[in-house]
Antibody, heavy 121, light 111 residues
């Protein structure tokens, strides 16, 4: 079955760009009509959708983060990535990648294990 | 402040039935499917209910979902200690060109 794994720096300095990659295994990122998603969870808080991407490159972003977010896909590596610019301490969170089902705007399954990113100097 | 409103906590004893509510508006729950996610301590969320009331394979039938108007509910019957977790509702919101919204989460304690 499809599995997802996040990777990237666990510590980012304020004002810099947070960069994470999600590697998909057990299936092709280009097949099945799925969208590939980033969701974050601030420490001790709820979930926040960041955005998702189709293998063709079509993207949908959270309006509250849109000005700072870029999600991209590399089909040759079966990976998709997140870049969040101009980070502050408020961007400290566990970042999850997940697969969104075809034609199901809010159905996320499976999820990666998550990676904690701390923004601090 | 989450767009979807959930009670921050709920509790019940083993064997009992507990219900968690999720309140929204016409632009989200009122016009789109509701999904529920279970997050066990220290783990990633897991899909629990999709399209208002459907269970993925492997999810026990003790878990059920329902929707009425701009509100939804998750019910857990025959409560077990392993059900102690955070539960989140989610829906698509048609405002602002469309985006995903989550509830703030409900921490379920099995007494």
């Amino acid at each position: 079955q499809v599995q997802l794994q996040e990777s990237g720096p666990g510590l980012v300095k304020p004002s810099q760009t947070l960069s994470l990659t999600c590697t998909v295994s057990g299936g092709s990122i280009s097949s099945g009509g799925c969208y590939w998603t980033w969701i974050r969870q601030h420490p001790g808080k709820g979930l926040e959708w960041i955005g998702y991407i189709y293998y063709s490159g079509s993207t949908y972003y959270n309006p509250s983060l849109k000005s700072r977010v870029t999600i991209s896909v590399d089909t040759s590596k079966n990976q998709f990535s997140l870049k969040l610019s101009s980070v502050t301490a408020a961007d400290t969170a566990v970042y999850y990648c997940a697969r969104r089902a075809p034609s199901a705007l809010t159905e996320f399954d499976p999820w990666g294990q998550g990676t904690l990113v701390t923004v601090s100097s | 402040q989450s767009v979807l409103t959930q009670p921050p906590s709920a509790s019940a004893t083993p064997g009992q039935r507990v219900t968690i509510s999720c309140s929204g508006s016409s632009s989200n729950i009122g016009s789109n499917f509701v999904y529920w996610y279970q997050q066990l301590p220290g783990t990633a969320p897991k899909l629990l209910i999709y399209r208002n009331n459907q269970r993925p394979s492997g999810v026990p039938d003790r878990f059920s979902g329902s929707k009425s108007g701009t509100s939804a509910s998750l019910a857990i019957s025959g409560l077990r200690s392993e059900d102690e977790a955070d539960y989140y509702c989610a829906a698509w919101d048609d405002s602002l060109s469309g985006h995903v919204v989550f509830g703030g989460g409900t921490k379920l304690t099995v007494l």
